[in-house]
């Protein structure tokens, strides 16, 4: 069974610009989710989709940040413009339920860094 | 507002001996607890999980306790192997499968 797959893996580029993530979840899993993890902390969730409607976009900076996942399958994250404290590492991960557990599995993630 | 705490950034075991990993959390209302494995360049992986109805649960060499009343968990690896060395993420799940996760701790196992 493939991963989680991501793209690109490093991407730098300047504050101000604009960039976009790829995600392509596991087949089957109906559930996506975008994370940014900033180097120290643990994995902060920015969206989670269930199929291509968003569940919880809370923590998403809709200022800067916007997400989609047409046709519920592969997902893209954008920054625009980006700052510079947003260099970090973008984790996508997707689910469906295991028992009673709903484990998500995480791509490679994307490592940003803004200049 | 952290939920989830893990007090120790690091951790050094030598192999063979066991390690303890551990996590606080504040939210009551967390009902599964899980632990996640990530190496450089890597993302996360799935290491082991427990409701919040028990309070053991054991995978080979992993096993994680859960003290409710303590708001407190631990994974224990043993014995610790070189291979263990990485990132060990405590996640805590809220409503709609949403994720809380720790700060990490870094374990190094030396031989």
């Known amino acids: 069974e493939a991963g989680v797959a991501q793209s690109p893996r490093y991407k730098i580029i300047e504050k101000r610009q604009s960039v976009a993530f790829w995600c392509n979840p596991i087949s089957g899993h109906a559930t996506l989710y975008w994370y940014q993890q900033i180097l120290g902390q643990g994995p902060k969730l920015l969206i989670q989709?269930?199929?291509?409607?968003?569940?919880?976009d809370s923590q998403l900076p809709k200022d800067r940040f916007s997400a989609e996942r047409l046709k519920g399958v592969d997902s893209t994250l954008k920054i625009q413009p980006a700052k510079l404290e947003d260099s970090a590492v973008y984790l996508c991960?997707?689910?469906?339920?295991?028992?009673?557990?709903?484990?998500?599995?995480f791509g490679p993630g994307t490592r940003l860094t803004v200049t | 507002d952290q939920q989830v705490k893990q007090n120790s950034p690091s951790l050094s075991v030598q192999e063979g001996r066991i390690s303890i990993l551990n996590c606080d959390y504040t939210?009551?209302?967390?009902?599964?607890f899980l632990w996640y494995k990530k190496y450089p360049a890597e993302g996360p992986t799935f290491l082991i999980s427990i409701s919040s109805i028990k309070d053991k649960n054991e995978d080979g060499r992993f096993t994680v306790f859960l003290n409710k009343s303590a708001k407190h968990l631990s994974l224990h690896i043993v014995p610790s192997q070189p291979g263990d060395s990485a990132v060990y993420f405590c996640a805590a799940r809220g409503g709609g499968n949403k994720l809380t996760f720790g700060t990490g701790t870094q374990l190094k196992v030396e031989l």
């Open positions: 989709f269930q199929n291509n409607g968003v569940v919880d």
């Open positions: 991960a997707s689910s469906s339920r295991q028992g009673n557990t709903y484990e998500q599995y």
């Open positions: 939210n009551s209302m967390f009902d599964y």
